[in-house]
């Protein structure tokens, strides 16, 4: 096996009684890489999330986990550690206390275990001992990636990692898990967040009704061959649209929730039309202030490869 392959799995199959969660689920995932994974409610990304860390095992397919087979046994394979469907805490446990607990529970000496360490870079640091039952959803998250963070793991699997977090919080996770990855740690990480995923993933795999829909890097859902809405601001409005009703390929959308602002165009294009555009406002004068797409390249694509594969069901 390739020994940069945090994940390689192949025909991955899940069924609980009649209902069929995978589905023939290919994924590879490099050492050091962060991979998002999304799909909409009821696609399997928590049960493919189960079987990484041990918590399910798979009906058929094969599963190597950081050079490893995975066979049928019930348990985290080495080296790996996360949380799915959030983090288990002890509530009447403070936060330092929580870490110890686990790892005592590891037989590890709790004065060298690295606690104060691991609260420190998530930003636990100033409420280590109050009790957990006092935290916020974010607070807990972060608890929990705390907890993972302790065994020092080569492959760390997170189910909605930023779930109740507020800006500052949810940018010192973001840097936790870069850091994490330019150690070369393998993150897999669930979210229904399209941004944290593209400020975070080099590439992403998309599953709906247990079956891979796009694997791959952000970029090549960027390319591929669809339009998109974009928001320009400029410094001369009108210039701008005229400009954009004499560009080949652009056309000029009137959305409702714009049509307030007559200093926001929001035109469809396709990348290519959409440069000719941004050069021909150049060459006029007219100052790009802003220009960005109204729905994420990654969120329209999950949009539009999740309705395909609904509707060919």
């Known amino acids: 096996m390739d020994q940069l392959r945090a994940i390689r799995a192949r025909g991955i199959t899940k069924c609980f009684g009649n209902v069929v969660a995978l589905d ?3 994924l590879d995932v490099t ?20 079987l990484l860390l041990g918590l399910a095992a798979a009906d058929s397919g094969r599963l ?14 080495d080296g790996v550690a996360g949380f799915v469907d959030g983090p288990g805490l002890y509530p009447s446990l403070t936060a330092r206390q929580n870490l110890a607990a686990l790892a005592a529970l590891r037989g ?29 959803l974010g607070m807990r998250q972060r608890l929990g990636l705390a907890a993972a963070l302790l065994t020092q793991p080569r492959l760390l699997v997170l189910d909605e990692p930023s779930n109740g977090l507020d800006p500052a ?11 994490l ?28 009704t247990g079956r891979v829909v796009f694997s791959g890097p952000l970029s090549k859902l960027a390319a591929e061959n669809r339009e998109l ?27 409702a929730g714009t049509q307030h602002d007559a200093e926001v165009l929001v035109v469809r294009a396709l990348v290519p039309a959409l440069d ?3 050069v021909q406002l150049v060459r006029a004068g007219v100052a790009l202030r802003e220009l960005a797409p109204v729905v994420s390249p990654l969120e329209a694509a999950f949009l539009a490869l999740t309705e395909q594969q609904e509707a060919g069901r």
């Open 24 to 26: 023939g689920i290919d």
């Open 31 to 50: 050492q050091g890489q962060i991979h998002g994974l999304v799909g909409p409610n009821g696609a399997g990304k928590t049960t493919l999330l189960g």
């Open 64 to 77: 190597e986990i950081l050079g490893t087979p995975v066979g049928r046994a019930l348990a985290a394979p």
């Open 108 to 136: 590890r000496d709790t004065r060298t275990a690295g606690i104060d360490d691991v609260l420190d870079q998530v930003g636990l640091t100033d409420v280590a001992d109050d009790r957990a039952r006092g935290f916020s």
């Open 169 to 179: 919080g949810k940018k010192h996770v973001h840097g936790v898990l870069t850091r």
């Open 181 to 208: 990855a330019a150690d070369g740690t393998s993150v897999v990480l669930s979210s229904h967040r399209m941004d944290d995923l593209q400020a975070l993933c080099s590439e992403v795999t998309i599953i709906a």
């Open 229 to 255: 809405d974009y928001r320009l601001l400029t410094s001369d409005p009108q210039a701008a649209r005229r400009l954009a009703a004499d560009t080949a390929g652009i056309r000029i959308v009137d959305d």
């Open 276 to 278: 000719d555009l941004v």
